[in-house]
């Protein structure tokens, strides 16, 4: 039998527990539109690419993927699960 446990509290839960309840978040960046013009498809940009490459090889894949995407999933107890629908931001009250 699969066990969980709540990943706020860490109090046990059985897998088909009615005070079970799953958080699923995504966390992404807001990028605007790209604005390409004529100009930018005509003009060389292998020096820009090549150092792009050289940052992101220097660069730690965690945080490369902290700032564009995450999808975090969460066992929550019911409590837990209140707390959360009540301040979602865990904004200070
Ligand atoms: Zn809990």
Do not use: W
Not at 65 to 79: N, P, T
């Amino acid at each position: 039998m699969i066990r969980y446990e709540c990943d706020r509290c860490g109090h046990p839960l059985g897998a088909n527990d009615t005070g079970r309840f799953i958080v699923k978040m995504e966390v992404y960046a807001a990028a605007g539109p790209v604005d390409i013009t004529p100009a930018d498809s005509q003009r060389d940009h292998t020096d820009e690419i090549e150092a792009l490459v050289r940052q992101l090889e220097r660069a730690n894949p965690d945080e490369i993927e902290d700032q564009v995407y995450r999808c975090l999933r969460f066992d929550l107890c019911a409590d837990c699960h209140r707390d959360l629908l009540r301040n979602p931001l865990g904004r200070k009250e």
